[in-house]
């Protein structure tokens, strides 16, 4: 959902249609060139997230359903875009964590002990990553090093 009236599907491998719910309206919402992830649509710090099927995410401003910027961190991504003070963190199947400027540009990268499974979002600047074997709860530090 995008909004309380507003929800995105995937409709085929390269499009995302919206959906009014008050009065049933489909409309095609985006079109690529490339084939996406059959993932849902993420609404995250006001934009939408949409999964490559390599190794990033085209960044969607939710009105016009243009690009606004896209992440490609050479690496398949797992779970959510987690929102941070700072921006977003996203994660690579390989255990790195990946955080990002509200621009989609990495800041840092960090490693974790494992392959990671999964990453959601529990607010409070909380995540939770799935590991092999684990379930970690994360707080995202909103200090940056060297301040």
């Known amino acids: 959902m995008i909004s309380p009236d507003r929800c995105l599907v995937p409709c085929g491998p390269r499009s995302v249609a919206s959906i009014r719910l008050s009065s049933g309206l489909v409309e095609r919402f985006f079109r690529h060139d490339a ?14 997230w ?61 490693s974790s002990v494992t392959r990671v499974a999964a990453l959601r979002d529990l607010g409070a600047g909380e995540m939770l990553m799935v590991t092999k074997g684990t379930l970690r709860m994360i707080a995202i530090d909103p200090y940056r090093r060297g301040e």
């Open 50 to 110: 949409l999964r490559e099927r390599g190794a990033g995410y085209l960044v969607v401003d939710p009105e016009a359903g243009s690009v606004l910027w896209n992440v490609d961190v050479r690496q398949p991504l797992v779970g959510e875009v987690v929102r941070d003070s700072e921006g977003f963190v996203v994660a690579g199947a390989g255990g790195l964590l990946f955080r990002l400027r509200s621009d989609g540009h990495v800041l840092e990268r960090s």
């Open 35 to 48: 084939d996406l992830s059959s993932s849902a649509a993420q609404f995250t710090g006001g934009v939408v």
